[in-house]
């Protein structure tokens, strides 16, 4: 089974440009999440897509994030315009929740580490 | 508001002892608890998920232990290895919150050859 797939895997911008990062969860999960890791810190919950609804972006700062999942599948995490504090690794993940296997097990891409200068 | 602390926030041992991985939480209403490996510059891969109703879980030289009562879960590593160093870190999710992971810092681990 392939796993939770994420590219780039490294992106170097200067502040106020524009970045996309994509990922393409475990085949047959409905649930996607998108976390900001801070070096030393636990990831932060960006937001969560159940199929391709939004279930909860309360921590994405909407003036410059933006993420869309059009087809319940693959989805991208776009920021615009950067700022130097976005400089962080943007986790992807995915879960499969089924009457049988209600166990919210969620398993991670390997990362987009992003630099803004 | 739920909140994970995970002590010490760094570890160095020897290789081959046995050490302890502490995870705490304030709020013991929780479904799952998960403890999650990160190798530099990697994502995170899942080690151990105990659900709420169970007390334990184990594999190979990892066993997690889970106490809702305390809200304490230990992560135990029989005779580690090198390749043991990562960073380790806990989570716990809720029923009431979409079923989100709430994460501690982690626990940076080292082991000395």
């Known amino acids: 089974e392939a796993g939770v797939a994420q590219s780039p895997r490294y992106k170097i911008i200067e502040k106020r440009q524009s970045v996309a990062f994509w990922c393409n969860p475990i085949s047959g999960h409905a649930t996607l999440y998108w976390y900001q890791q801070i070096l030393g810190q636990g990831p932060k919950l960006l937001i969560q897509f159940q199929n391709n609804g939004v279930v909860d972006d309360s921590q994405l700062p909407k003036d410059r994030f933006s993420a869309e999942r059009l087809k319940g599948v693959d989805s991208t995490l776009k920021i615009q315009p950067a700022k130097l504090e976005d400089s962080a690794v943007y986790l992807c993940?995915?879960?499969?929740?089924?009457?049988?296997?209600?166990?919210?097990?969620?398993?991670f891409g390997p990362g987009t580490r992003l630099t803004v200068t | 508001k739920q909140e994970v602390t995970q002590i010490p926030a760094a570890l160095s041992v020897p290789e081959g002892e046995n050490l302890v991985l502490n995870c705490s939480f304030t709020d013991s209403a929780i479904y799952n608890l998960q403890w999650f490996r990160q190798d530099p510059g990697k994502g995170l891969t899942s080690l151990l998920l105990i659900q709420s109703s169970q007390r334990e879980q184990t594999s190979g030289r990892l066993n997690a232990s889970l106490d809702k009562s305390s809200g304490r879960s230990t992560l135990y590593i029989a005779a580690s290895q090198p390749g043991d160093s990562a960073t380790y870190l806990c989570?716990?999710?809720?029923?009431?919150?979409?079923?989100?992971?709430?994460w501690g810092a982690g626990t940076k681990l080292i082991i000395k050859p």
């Open positions: 993940a995915s879960s499969l929740e089924s009457d049988r296997a209600p166990i919210y097990e969620q398993y």
């Open positions: 989570a716990v999710s809720k029923l009431d919150s979409n079923y989100q992971l709430i």
